[in-house]
Protein backbone atom coordinates (compact mmCIF):
# COMPACT_ATOMS: atom_id res chain seq x y z
CA UNK A 1 0.00 0.00 0.00
CA UNK A 2 1.16 3.34 -0.94
CA UNK A 3 1.89 5.52 2.24
CA UNK A 4 2.27 8.72 0.40
CA UNK A 5 -1.54 8.57 0.06
CA UNK A 6 -3.64 10.19 2.56
CA UNK A 7 -6.65 8.43 3.67
CA UNK A 8 -9.51 8.20 1.50
CA UNK A 9 -12.13 10.14 3.56
CA UNK A 10 -9.38 12.66 3.48
CA UNK A 11 -9.41 13.02 -0.35
CA UNK A 12 -13.38 12.91 -0.51
CA UNK A 13 -13.21 15.72 2.09
CA UNK A 14 -10.58 17.70 0.92
CA UNK A 15 -12.13 17.52 -2.66
CA UNK A 16 -15.53 17.95 -2.02
CA UNK A 17 -16.18 14.77 -3.21
CA UNK A 18 -19.81 13.64 -1.97
CA UNK A 19 -21.44 10.83 -3.66
CA UNK A 20 -24.03 12.24 -6.74
CA UNK A 21 -27.20 10.53 -7.03
CA UNK A 22 -27.50 10.87 -10.36
CA UNK A 23 -23.85 9.63 -11.26
CA UNK A 24 -24.75 6.46 -9.45
CA UNK A 25 -21.90 6.91 -7.25
CA UNK A 26 -21.90 4.70 -3.61
CA UNK A 27 -17.81 4.97 -3.03
CA UNK A 28 -15.92 1.87 -1.57
CA UNK A 29 -13.76 3.22 1.39
CA UNK A 30 -12.99 -0.41 2.79
CA UNK A 31 -9.15 -1.26 1.73
CA UNK A 32 -9.69 -4.68 2.69
CA UNK A 33 -12.66 -4.90 0.08
CA UNK A 34 -10.94 -3.43 -2.74
CA UNK A 35 -8.31 -5.12 -1.98
CA UNK A 36 -10.25 -8.33 -2.46
CA UNK A 37 -11.89 -7.08 -5.23
CA UNK A 38 -8.48 -6.21 -7.45
CA UNK A 39 -7.13 -10.13 -5.96
CA UNK A 40 -10.49 -11.65 -7.71
CA UNK A 41 -9.64 -10.10 -11.05
CA UNK A 42 -6.08 -12.33 -11.64
CA UNK A 43 -2.42 -11.73 -12.68
CA UNK A 44 -2.60 -7.88 -13.36
CA UNK A 45 0.91 -7.44 -14.23
CA UNK A 46 -0.19 -8.02 -17.74
CA UNK A 47 -1.65 -5.62 -20.37
CA UNK A 48 -4.31 -3.39 -19.25
CA UNK A 49 -6.60 -3.01 -16.52
CA UNK A 50 -9.72 -0.94 -17.09
CA UNK A 51 -11.48 0.43 -14.44
CA UNK A 52 -14.98 2.51 -14.86
CA UNK A 53 -15.95 5.00 -12.28
CA UNK A 54 -13.27 5.36 -9.95
CA UNK A 55 -14.18 8.03 -7.66
CA UNK A 56 -11.42 9.33 -5.10
CA UNK A 57 -9.32 5.88 -6.02
CA UNK A 58 -10.29 3.40 -3.66
CA UNK A 59 -9.80 0.67 -6.50
CA UNK A 60 -8.01 2.31 -8.38
CA UNK A 61 -5.34 1.88 -5.11
CA UNK A 62 -5.72 -1.60 -4.62
CA UNK A 63 -5.47 -3.01 -8.70
CA UNK A 64 -2.03 -0.75 -8.51
CA UNK A 65 -1.30 -2.49 -4.76
CA UNK A 66 -2.32 -5.41 -6.30
CA UNK A 67 0.29 -5.38 -8.97
CA UNK A 68 -1.08 -4.11 -11.92
CA UNK A 69 1.78 -2.68 -14.76
CA UNK A 70 -0.92 0.00 -16.20
CA UNK A 71 -4.49 0.91 -15.10
CA UNK A 72 -6.63 3.31 -17.23
CA UNK A 73 -8.98 4.69 -15.40
CA UNK A 74 -12.08 6.12 -17.25
CA UNK A 75 -14.28 8.65 -14.83
CA UNK A 76 -16.73 10.98 -15.97
CA UNK A 77 -17.32 13.69 -12.90
CA UNK A 78 -14.59 16.12 -12.85
CA UNK A 79 -14.46 16.47 -9.55
CA UNK A 80 -12.30 13.30 -9.01
CA UNK A 81 -9.84 13.71 -11.47
CA UNK A 82 -7.51 16.09 -9.06
CA UNK A 83 -7.63 13.29 -6.64
CA UNK A 84 -6.92 10.89 -9.37
CA UNK A 85 -4.03 12.59 -10.41
CA UNK A 86 -2.59 12.59 -6.93
CA UNK A 87 -2.74 8.51 -7.21
CA UNK A 88 -0.99 8.61 -10.71
CA UNK A 89 1.76 10.34 -9.12
CA UNK A 90 2.12 8.57 -6.54
CA UNK A 91 2.55 4.98 -9.14
CA UNK A 92 3.94 6.92 -12.05
CA UNK A 93 3.86 5.78 -15.34
CA UNK A 94 0.99 3.01 -14.09
CA UNK A 95 -2.06 5.17 -14.55
CA UNK A 96 -3.66 6.74 -16.86
CA UNK A 97 -6.88 8.72 -16.21
CA UNK A 98 -9.48 9.23 -18.57
CA UNK A 99 -12.45 11.66 -18.62
CA UNK A 100 -15.69 11.02 -19.97
CA UNK A 101 -18.55 9.15 -20.26
CA UNK A 102 -17.35 4.88 -20.07
CA UNK A 103 -20.70 4.64 -22.29
CA UNK A 104 -19.08 6.96 -25.05
CA UNK A 105 -15.64 4.88 -24.90
CA UNK A 106 -14.42 2.00 -26.96
CA UNK A 107 -13.08 0.11 -24.15
CA UNK A 108 -11.91 -2.73 -26.35
CA UNK A 109 -9.75 -0.42 -28.41
CA UNK A 110 -7.67 1.08 -24.79
CA UNK A 111 -4.16 -0.49 -24.20
CA UNK A 112 -2.59 -3.41 -25.00
CA UNK A 113 -3.85 -6.81 -24.56
CA UNK A 114 -4.48 -8.52 -22.16
CA UNK A 115 -7.48 -6.33 -21.77
CA UNK A 116 -9.28 -7.26 -18.02
CA UNK A 117 -11.66 -4.78 -16.53
CA UNK A 118 -12.67 -4.41 -12.90
CA UNK A 119 -14.72 -1.96 -11.87
CA UNK A 120 -17.38 -1.33 -9.37
CA UNK A 121 -19.70 0.33 -11.54
CA UNK A 122 -22.09 2.83 -11.77
CA UNK A 123 -25.72 1.15 -10.65
CA UNK A 124 -27.20 3.68 -13.12
CA UNK A 125 -25.15 2.43 -16.31
CA UNK A 126 -23.70 -0.73 -15.30
CA UNK A 127 -25.96 -2.88 -18.03
CA UNK A 128 -25.52 -1.13 -21.07
CA UNK A 129 -22.14 -0.87 -20.34
CA UNK A 130 -21.51 -4.47 -19.41
CA UNK A 131 -23.96 -5.40 -22.90
CA UNK A 132 -21.85 -3.25 -24.93
CA UNK A 133 -18.38 -4.96 -23.63
CA UNK A 134 -19.91 -8.46 -24.23
CA UNK A 135 -20.27 -7.02 -28.12
CA UNK A 136 -16.43 -7.15 -27.79
CA UNK A 137 -16.53 -9.93 -26.05
CA UNK A 138 -12.85 -11.35 -27.37
CA UNK A 139 -11.19 -8.08 -26.89
CA UNK A 140 -11.44 -8.84 -23.04
CA UNK A 141 -9.56 -11.34 -20.62
CA UNK A 142 -12.30 -11.10 -17.75
CA UNK A 143 -14.56 -8.77 -16.42
CA UNK A 144 -14.72 -8.61 -12.56
CA UNK A 145 -17.32 -6.12 -11.80
CA UNK A 146 -19.47 -5.31 -9.04
CA UNK A 147 -23.44 -5.13 -9.61
CA UNK A 148 -26.22 -4.73 -7.72
CA UNK A 149 -27.27 -8.18 -6.29
CA UNK A 150 -30.42 -8.48 -8.53
CA UNK A 151 -28.42 -7.63 -11.60
CA UNK A 152 -26.13 -10.29 -10.66
CA UNK A 153 -28.78 -12.85 -9.82
CA UNK A 154 -29.94 -11.98 -13.07
CA UNK A 155 -26.84 -12.23 -14.76
CA UNK A 156 -26.00 -15.99 -13.14
CA UNK A 157 -29.96 -17.11 -13.79
CA UNK A 158 -30.63 -21.05 -14.65
CA UNK A 159 -33.67 -21.69 -17.11
CA UNK A 160 -36.77 -21.90 -15.32
CA UNK A 161 -36.10 -19.42 -12.20
CA UNK A 162 -37.89 -16.34 -11.87
CA UNK A 163 -34.55 -14.18 -12.66
CA UNK A 164 -33.65 -15.91 -15.98
CA UNK A 165 -34.31 -13.78 -19.16
CA UNK A 166 -32.68 -11.53 -21.06
CA UNK A 167 -29.48 -10.13 -19.64
CA UNK A 168 -29.12 -13.63 -18.57
CA UNK A 169 -29.06 -15.09 -22.31
CA UNK A 170 -26.91 -11.82 -23.35
CA UNK A 171 -24.16 -12.64 -20.71
CA UNK A 172 -23.72 -16.44 -20.49
CA UNK A 173 -23.91 -16.84 -24.60
CA UNK A 174 -20.57 -14.97 -24.96
CA UNK A 175 -19.20 -15.58 -21.38
CA UNK A 176 -19.06 -17.79 -18.24
CA UNK A 177 -20.18 -16.27 -15.33
CA UNK A 178 -19.28 -16.92 -11.55
CA UNK A 179 -20.77 -15.27 -8.68
CA UNK A 180 -17.44 -14.74 -6.13
CA UNK A 181 -18.95 -12.83 -3.18
CA UNK A 182 -21.26 -10.19 -1.68
CA UNK A 183 -20.68 -6.91 -0.06
CA UNK A 184 -23.29 -5.45 2.47
CA UNK A 185 -24.32 -2.19 1.91
CA UNK A 186 -22.97 -0.75 4.69
CA UNK A 187 -19.61 -0.80 3.21
CA UNK A 188 -20.56 2.16 0.86
CA UNK A 189 -20.83 5.78 1.15
CA UNK A 190 -23.53 6.19 0.98
CA UNK A 191 -24.78 2.82 1.76
CA UNK A 192 -27.34 1.80 -1.20
CA UNK A 193 -30.48 0.63 -0.99
CA UNK A 194 -29.51 -2.56 -1.80
CA UNK A 195 -26.87 -5.38 -1.33
CA UNK A 196 -23.92 -5.57 -4.21
CA UNK A 197 -22.58 -8.47 -5.45
CA UNK A 198 -18.77 -8.89 -7.26
CA UNK A 199 -19.09 -10.99 -10.75
CA UNK A 200 -16.63 -12.56 -12.79
CA UNK A 201 -16.90 -13.28 -16.74
CA UNK A 202 -14.84 -14.81 -18.25
CA UNK A 203 -15.31 -14.38 -22.45
CA UNK A 204 -15.95 -17.49 -23.93
CA UNK A 205 -13.74 -18.21 -27.33
CA UNK A 206 -16.94 -18.54 -28.90
CA UNK A 207 -20.26 -18.15 -28.32
CA UNK A 208 -21.99 -20.80 -26.79
CA UNK A 209 -24.09 -21.75 -29.77
CA UNK A 210 -23.99 -19.76 -33.49
CA UNK A 211 -26.45 -17.00 -33.76
CA UNK A 212 -26.61 -13.87 -35.18
CA UNK A 213 -26.40 -11.00 -32.18
CA UNK A 214 -28.44 -8.99 -33.46
CA UNK A 215 -31.20 -11.51 -34.14
CA UNK A 216 -30.84 -13.24 -30.78
CA UNK A 217 -31.48 -10.40 -28.97
CA UNK A 218 -35.12 -9.46 -31.02
CA UNK A 219 -35.56 -13.31 -30.46
CA UNK A 220 -35.08 -13.21 -26.62
CA UNK A 221 -36.84 -9.35 -26.35
CA UNK A 222 -40.31 -11.19 -28.39
CA UNK A 223 -40.04 -14.37 -25.78
CA UNK A 224 -39.47 -12.38 -22.26
CA UNK A 225 -41.59 -9.72 -23.07
CA UNK A 226 -44.77 -11.86 -22.72
CA UNK A 227 -42.84 -14.38 -20.42
CA UNK A 228 -46.18 -16.06 -18.99
CA UNK A 229 -47.60 -16.52 -22.78
CA UNK A 230 -46.67 -19.76 -24.72
CA UNK A 231 -43.85 -19.06 -27.03
CA UNK A 232 -46.64 -19.34 -29.87
CA UNK A 233 -47.76 -16.29 -28.93
CA UNK A 234 -45.22 -14.64 -27.67
CA UNK A 235 -43.17 -15.00 -30.69
CA UNK A 236 -45.33 -13.22 -32.93
CA UNK A 237 -44.34 -9.64 -32.30
CA UNK A 238 -41.38 -10.58 -34.97
CA UNK A 239 -43.85 -10.96 -37.51
CA UNK A 240 -43.23 -14.79 -38.92
CA UNK A 241 -45.72 -17.93 -38.44
CA UNK A 242 -44.53 -18.49 -34.84
CA UNK A 243 -45.91 -22.36 -34.61
CA UNK A 244 -43.86 -23.16 -37.96
CA UNK A 245 -40.37 -21.36 -36.83
CA UNK A 246 -41.00 -23.08 -33.23
CA UNK A 247 -41.35 -26.14 -35.26
CA UNK A 248 -38.13 -25.63 -37.49
CA UNK A 249 -36.42 -25.19 -34.30
CA UNK A 250 -37.91 -28.54 -32.60
CA UNK A 251 -39.40 -26.28 -29.96
CA UNK A 252 -42.81 -27.22 -28.39
CA UNK A 253 -44.87 -24.20 -29.42
CA UNK A 254 -46.48 -24.76 -25.83
CA UNK A 255 -43.27 -23.87 -23.48
CA UNK A 256 -42.73 -20.71 -22.32
CA UNK A 257 -39.31 -18.16 -22.38
CA UNK A 258 -38.24 -19.26 -19.02
CA UNK A 259 -38.09 -22.82 -20.15
CA UNK A 260 -35.51 -22.50 -23.07
CA UNK A 261 -31.91 -22.91 -22.93
CA UNK A 262 -29.21 -20.54 -24.70
CA UNK A 263 -28.58 -23.12 -27.20
CA UNK A 264 -32.46 -23.54 -28.15
CA UNK A 265 -32.90 -19.51 -28.21
CA UNK A 266 -29.93 -19.55 -30.83
CA UNK A 267 -31.56 -22.74 -32.70
CA UNK A 268 -34.59 -19.95 -33.15
CA UNK A 269 -32.42 -17.45 -34.19
CA UNK A 270 -30.93 -19.65 -36.62
CA UNK A 271 -34.34 -20.17 -37.96
CA UNK A 272 -35.08 -16.67 -38.26
CA UNK A 273 -32.23 -15.85 -39.82
CA UNK A 274 -32.47 -18.72 -42.03
CA UNK A 275 -36.51 -17.50 -42.89
CA UNK A 276 -35.35 -13.64 -43.38
CA UNK A 277 -32.57 -14.81 -45.80
CA UNK A 278 -35.19 -16.65 -47.94
CA UNK A 279 -36.80 -13.25 -48.24
Known amino acids: MNR ?51 GPGGLTRSLLDAGAGKVVAIERDERCLAALAEVSAAYPGRLDVIAGNALDIAAHEIGEAPRRVCANLPYNIATPLLLAWLEHAAAFASLTLMFQKEVADRLLASPRTAAYGRLSVAAQWRAQVRRLFDIDRRAFTPPPKVVSTVVELLPRTAPLAPADPKTLEQVTAAAFGQRRKMLRQ ?46
Open 4 to 54: ALPPLRDVIARHGLAARKSLGQHFLLDLNLTGRIARAAGDLSLGTVIEVGP
Open 234 to 279: SLRSLGMDAPGLLAAAGIEPTRRAEELSIEEFCALAREVSGLRAAG
